[in-house]
């Protein structure tokens, strides 16, 4: 990539880096091809410089190496927060920008299976709708994945999974929000969500059946139990079939206004014995592929003690064997303790720690 002051760019040029606004908004994502609109867009906000994907390294889509990850992350909820502002302001969609978005995550979980390793961190509140779509969006990429779906159904499925709950924009807020269980009659028109995302994406021209189908299915059940249509088996697709557990699995694991947060733990064991309900083979897929805490992995018990897994047991992902290396006062043990979750039901996985929240133990 090269720098370029805003005056030197022109039509044609590809932008390598998000270019945000004071406030934060993203006016360009990575990937965009600069047009005249774009340029006036630059000059208005009063950016100064951007950086331009040089030429050469155009022949294919632009890789992101390792340190960049983190960077491309926070590239990619600020997008998500932009299309979300978007949709509530105006309901419509950039079908370029969501593509691009959904490119760059794609790229992530092809790169790094494990990139689901963060999402058991609390989230706030206000940003509980984008920071769910992306969440789900990554889920739902992995479930593909290990179900063997072709690239182009994998970028299908991301985009249905970044837009799955835009219809919660059409939701007042008070109800969205509300500190307190919801009556019926708000429950009602929560549940009318789903339908209101089919209108709003549907407007956007040539989005393939699959996606508005799945964001119009992604709460029916197997069982028939699910809405808006009550649908039954093979009467729902399957994007809307791995959007269903990638949805409750992310929403258990998020703290609500009206409820805390699940353990990861927790929120299998509740999709797992939701009988009838989910996909059995996306399910299986699910259990054994993704709800796993991967070897290496540093994790805080419920004990207080710190630990890494050495070891999966196979069948059961949620508890591995995790060597105890701090205990609950954070000093760090000299002998080798190593404790099988499988074994001990009463100890379990709270949450995976980040390598700085590691770092801080240490010091």
């Given at each position: 990539?090269?720098?370029?002051?805003?005056?030197?760019?022109e039509?044609?040029?590809?932008?390598?880096?998000?270019?945000?606004?004071?406030?934060?908004?993203?006016?360009?994502t990575?990937?965009?091809?600069i047009n005249?609109y774009?340029?006036?867009?630059?000059?208005?906000?009063?950016?100064?410089?951007v950086?331009?994907?040089?030429?050469?390294?155009?022949v294919a889509?632009?890789?992101?190496?390792?340190?960049?990850?983190?960077?491309?992350?926070?590239?990619?909820?600020?997008?998500?927060?932009?299309?979300?502002?978007?949709?509530?302001?105006?309901?419509?969609?950039?079908k370029?920008?969501?593509?691009?978005?959904?490119?760059?995550?794609l790229?992530?979980?092809?790169?790094?299976?494990?990139?689901?390793?963060?999402?058991?961190e609390?989230?706030?509140?206000?940003?509980?709708?984008?920071?769910?779509?992306?969440?789900?969006?990554m889920?739902?990429?992995?479930l593909?994945?290990?179900?063997?779906?072709?690239?182009?159904?994998?970028?299908?499925l991301g985009?249905?999974?970044?837009?799955?709950?835009?219809?919660?924009?059409?939701?007042?807020?008070?109800?969205?929000?509300?500190?307190?269980?919801?009556?019926?009659?708000?429950f009602?028109?929560?549940k009318?969500h789903?339908?209101?995302?089919y209108e709003?994406?549907?407007?956007?021209?040539?989005?393939?059946?699959?996606?508005?189908q799945?964001v119009?299915?992604?709460?029916?059940?197997?069982?028939?139990?699910?809405?808006?249509?009550?649908?039954?088996?093979?009467?729902?697709?399957?994007?809307?079939?791995?959007?269903?557990?990638?949805?409750?699995?992310?929403?258990?694991?998020a703290?609500?206004?009206?409820?805390?947060?699940?353990?990861?733990?927790q929120?299998?064991?509740?999709?797992?014995?939701?009988?009838?309900?989910?996909?059995?083979?996306?399910?299986?897929?699910?259990?054994?592929?993704?709800?796993?805490?991967?070897?290496?992995?540093?994790?805080?018990?419920?004990t207080?003690?710190?630990g890494?897994?050495?070891?999966?047991?196979?069948?059961q992902?949620?508890?591995?064997?995790?060597?105890?290396?701090?205990?609950?006062?954070?000093?760090?043990?000299?002998?080798?303790i190593?404790?099988?979750?499988?074994?001990?039901?009463?100890?379990f996985?709270?949450?995976?720690l980040?390598e700085e929240?590691?770092?801080?133990?240490?010091?």
């Amino acid at each position: 990539m090269k720098r370029l002051p805003v005056e030197k760019a022109e039509k044609g040029m590809v932008i390598g880096k998000a270019v945000c606004a004071a406030d934060g908004s993203v006016l360009l994502t990575p990937g965009t091809v600069i047009n005249e609109y774009h340029l006036k867009q630059l000059a208005d906000s009063q950016i100064k410089c951007v950086e331009i994907v040089d030429t050469d390294s155009m022949v294919a889509p632009p890789v992101f190496a390792a340190a960049d990850d983190e960077l491309t992350r926070t590239e990619i909820t600020r997008t998500v927060q932009c299309i979300f502002r978007e949709i509530t302001l105006s309901s419509q969609l950039d079908k370029g920008t969501i593509k691009r978005t959904v490119d760059n995550m794609l790229r992530m979980v092809l790169k790094d299976r494990a990139v689901l390793l963060h999402l058991t961190e609390v989230r706030e509140v206000d940003t509980y709708i984008f920071s769910h779509s992306l969440n789900v969006c990554m889920l739902s990429l992995i479930l593909g994945l290990f179900l063997k779906l072709k690239r182009g159904e994998l970028k299908d499925l991301g985009i249905a999974a970044l837009l799955h709950d835009v219809g919660r924009a059409r939701v007042p807020r008070h109800i969205l929000y509300k500190p307190s269980p919801l009556t019926v009659k708000e429950f009602a028109e929560v549940k009318k969500h789903s339908a209101y995302g089919y209108e709003i994406i549907r407007e956007c021209d040539h989005l393939p059946e699959q996606v508005t189908q799945a964001v119009l299915q992604h709460h029916e059940r197997l069982d028939g139990s699910g809405y808006p249509g009550g649908l039954r088996g093979d009467e729902i697709g399957l994007f809307a079939r791995i959007l269903a557990v990638a949805d409750v699995f992310d929403a258990l694991l998020a703290d609500r206004p009206f409820r805390e947060a699940f353990f990861p733990h927790q929120a299998v064991d509740i999709i797992s014995n939701s009988s009838g309900q989910f996909d059995p083979e996306v399910l299986r897929v699910f259990i054994e592929n993704v709800a796993i805490y991967p070897v290496g992995s540093v994790v805080s018990l419920n004990t207080g003690e710190t630990g890494v897994v050495v070891d999966v047991n196979k069948g059961q992902q949620t508890r591995p064997v995790v060597r105890v290396m701090y205990d609950s006062n954070a000093a760090k043990i000299q002998s080798i303790i190593e404790i099988d979750l499988s074994k001990n039901p009463e100890t379990f996985i709270t949450r995976v720690l980040r390598e700085e929240q590691v770092e801080n133990i240490i010091c």
